[in-house]
RNA sequence: GCUGCUGUAGCUCAGUCGGUAGAGCGCGUCCUUGGUAAGGACGAGGUCAUGGGUCCGAAUCCCAUCAGCAGCUCCA
């Protein structure tokens, strides 16, 4: 008698299958429940009698689905990863359903076409097709509700195993020409594959899946947008629909609700109602106008940086945007990289120059201007350089993917002993870049090679030695949150990047470090410094850049905050307003006062009336409205209008100076209200 | 670069069957001088992305180009 165990992946429940259709849940707490019609696996078992093995199994306990998955207990007992509803895998169990549930639907509505791979992505799921017919919002509610029918029906989702040849055929004949070439390429090496039945459906798939379609509590197509075969640009392109599924009609509206905030959140939209940057198309894709109030942002981001520079013993240098062709070729980033580079400029006597693409040649060429000592080491050098880079038109994004950007990049040139010092030094920097700007919460990505790679250069002993750093002073520093990726290492060393989550769940790549031993080689630039035992040596690069690049960190900065800066980032931090132009001489006197005591503050003396001043400057997320009516022109006060919690009541010009004074020194963050985008939003006061 | 969608006033958008353009906001002027999220009146503002084509006639239909959006591919 063969004997099922399902471990359970979690929280510490167990199910125990006979092939007698006894079933046992153990609950963590050791309680143990005997199975009931209510177990699933039993019920799909006994409608295929004898065939038990062959039946998916699930298991759903009062109600709620505690597992899904199924196997065929061939002898004695398999171990099973169960999962419960809790999990989030849970979720993704139920999308990967929910795309195969589209896919049937679609074969309804339009027969005859291909299906390639459907799988689940984050919040959602989609699949790949192929078909004659151009697929269009139009076609969704036709598709929506052929899947509620199936959703309705609640048929069970049936594994069947197949050998690899056998399976091959049948996809020939259900004429799936792309599951075909999958089977033959990508899945040549299995013996034996699982397709999931559901009703008339059936499509080549690992699994796991729900018991049946009824689980699926809400869905809804989201797009549809084209796709390669593979995810190779060569190959043909298909048709990928877009969805998303939640176990509850709730869960799904959320979901919604958190989209559209993502939307009124987007940068490109505050971008321009805040009056923050502009692109502008007559001069060019992707290249960026810094306006006032943007440039206002990137200035004090760049001076809290600079300062930062200068007490890591930093050295800031300038050099120039462009550079002579054969800087990179030492480099080896051309013509290797000539398909995302403006074009060279080739002058009359056929020197061609290059608008730089990155900074590290330049700041090379300091470092080999002279000769270097130990003693000079570690010499770092920084700069806010402008690079340019020539990115496919569809890959262009507001700011956060642009032609031309400025990384707030900086070269340091050590020795191996120094490394880990220096590398540490850059992750705390970055640490307290993200964290001064409340993006606290991020992960750190470790990039490693893949040791079976050939693309990488230098020697695995170098690669190990310099991994080895990276792991230790992440150890060291206690780092949570550190993740290593094999093959994510670039070509010339081992690197972290800090993958920042913004304030509604999206994740970024901003801040990156990376080691660089193959630049200073021999083969590239050939770096030296002479060491303590006067014989040359080479040194190590490391290139970092906390920001990334002040387009994108900007960027999502204004998506992180949703336009609402902190004051010392504001581009406009109090304004002035007067109740009635009786008061404007004192208005305008407070105005001077306050542009005096270094704030950046502009006065409203409009002949309109107070409520329509607050408003527009509540509109323009202004942080700090100073009010002036008669009463305070005559007592010498001002009142205080806080954007976030509104009137503050009068008080003395000085003492209200002496307040936003400290607010900008200590930088703080006021709260950012969740599901409060700022702009836009009429007759919901409270939400600012 | 690829697939699909979109392009009308500074912004957000309407414009039916093809008959040479409309709203709100914003902007300007005037009236109103007020107490914590919209006072009123009047006015200016458009070669309907650009270039071709069909038609008596094109914002509207067709083609091309450019740009934007979603996704793919890419990201030193």
Redesign the pocket.
């Known amino acids: 008698m063969s004997v099922l165990c399902i471990d359970v992946f979690g929280d510490g429940v167990s199910i125990t299958v006979s092939s007698e259709i006894m079933l046992k849940v153990r609950l963590p707490d050791g309680k143990v429940l005997e199975y009931s019609r209510r177990v699933r696996p039993l019920d799909v078992a006994e409608e295929i009698g004898p065939r038990l093995a062959k039946a998916t199994l699930a298991a759903e306990v009062n109600g709620q689905i505690l597992g899904v998955d199924s196997y065929l207990p061939e002898e004695g007992e398999v171990s099973l990863r169960l999962i419960t509803k809790k999990d989030s895998e849970a979720l993704n169990v139920l999308r990967h359903s929910c795309a195969h549930i589209m896919a049937r639907a679609v074969m309804r509505v339009f027969p005859g076409v291909q299906l390639a791979f459907g799988p689940t992505?984050e919040n959602g799921f989609?699949y790949d097709f192929e078909l004659e017919h151009?697929?269009?919002?139009e076609d969704f509610p036709k598709i929506e509700a052929e899947m509620a029918k199936i959703v309705k029906e609640d048929e069970a989702f049936e594994r069947v195993e197949m050998e690899h040849e056998q399976a091959i055929k049948f996809c020939e004949d259900l004429k799936q020409s792309l599951k075909v070439e999958h089977l033959s390429a990508g899945l040549k090496d299995e013996s034996k594959v699982s397709f999931y039945r559901q009703g008339e459906f059936i499509d080549l798939c690992r699994g796991p899946h729900i018991p049946s379609a009824g689980a699926v509590g809400a869905f809804k197509l989201?797009?549809?947008?084209?796709?390669?075969w593979k995810?190779?640009?060569t190959r043909q392109?298909l048709?990928?629909l877009?969805g998303t599924a939640w176990f509850s009609k709730e869960d799904l509206e959320a979901y919604i609700a958190q989209v559209e905030e993502a939307k009124r959140r987007?940068h490109?939209?505050l971008g321009?109602?805040l009056q923050l940057f502009m692109?502008e198309?007559?001069v060019?894709?992707?290249l960026v106008f810094w306006l006032p109030k943007g440039a206002v942002i990137r200035r004090e981001l760049e001076n809290f940086l600079y300062g930062e520079l200068i007490r890591r013993g930093y050295q800031p240098v300038y050099t120039p945007v462009i550079g002579n062709v054969h800087l990179?070729e030492t480099?080896g980033?051309?013509p290797?990289?000539k398909?995302?580079?403006f074009p060279p400029i080739t002058m009359e006597d056929g020197d061609m120059y290059l608008l730089r693409?990155?900074n590290?040649p330049h700041h090379i060429t300091i470092y080999k201007s002279q000769p270097r000592s130990y003693r000079d080491l570690p010499l770092r050098l920084a700069e806010f350089g402008t690079?340019h880079?020539?990115?496919?038109?569809?890959?262009?994004?507001?700011m956060t993917?642009v032609r031309g950007f400025t990384q707030d990049d900086a070269h340091i040139f050590c020795t191996e002993d120094q490394v880990a010092d220096e590398f540490r030094g850059c992750i705390e920097m970055t640490q307290l870049v993200l964290q001064t700007l409340g993006l606290s919460d991020y992960r750190v990505r470790l990039g490693f090679r893949d040791p079976d790679s050939e693309k990488y250069v230098g020697s695995p002993e170098v690669w190990d030695k310099a991994e080895a750093a990276l792991v230790h002073v992440c150890r060291d520093m206690n780092l949570s949150n550190v993740s290593v990726e094999k093959g994510e290492a670039?070509?010339y060393g081992p690197k972290a990047d800090f993958v920042v989550t913004d304030c509604i769940g999206r994740e970024w790549?901003l801040g990156?470090v990376?080691l660089d031993y193959n630049l200073p080689s021999v083969q590239r630039f050939g770096l030296q410094y002479i060491g303590a035992d006067n014989t040359p040596h080479q040194p190590v690069m490391i290139?970092r850049a906390p920001f990334g690049s002040l387009e994108r960190f900007v960027g999502v900065l204004i998506e992180h905050f949703a336009g609402a800066f902190p004051l010392w980032l504001a581009p406009e931090q109090v304004r002035v307003m007067?109740?009635?132009?009786?008061?404007e001489d004192y208005g305008r006197a407070v105005q001077k006062r306050l542009s005096e005591a270094g704030l950046r503050v502009t006065g409203d003396y409009?002949?309109?009336?107070?409520?329509?001043k607050?408003?527009?400057a509540?509109?323009e997320l202004i942080p700090y409205?100073f009010?002036?009516?008669?009463?305070?022109?005559?007592e010498g006060k001002i009142?205080?209008?806080d954007?976030l919690t509104?009137?503050?009541?009068?008080m003395p010009l000085e003492e209200a100076i002496a307040k936003l004074q400290q607010e900008v020194r200590e930088k703080t963050i006021r709260q950012v209200a969740k599901g409060s985008a700022?702009l836009g939003?009429?007759?919901?006061?409270n939400?600012?």
């Open positions: 992505i989609y151009a697929l269009s919002e989201l797009s549809v947008a084209g796709a390669y995810g190779d640009s392109q048709q990928r877009y987007d490109r939209v321009r109602q692109i198309p007559n060019g894709s992707g990179y480099s980033h051309y290797y990289y398909d995302s580079q693409p990155m590290c690079v880079r020539f990115e496919q038109s569809g890959e262009l994004n507001g993917r670039a070509f790549q990156t990376q290139h007067v109740v009635t132009q009786k008061v409009r002949a309109e009336k107070i409520g329509a607050i408003r527009a509540q509109l409205m009010i002036i009516g008669a009463r305070e022109a005559e009142a205080v209008r954007r509104g009137d503050l009541g009068a700022g939003r009429k007759n919901e006061a939400a600012y």
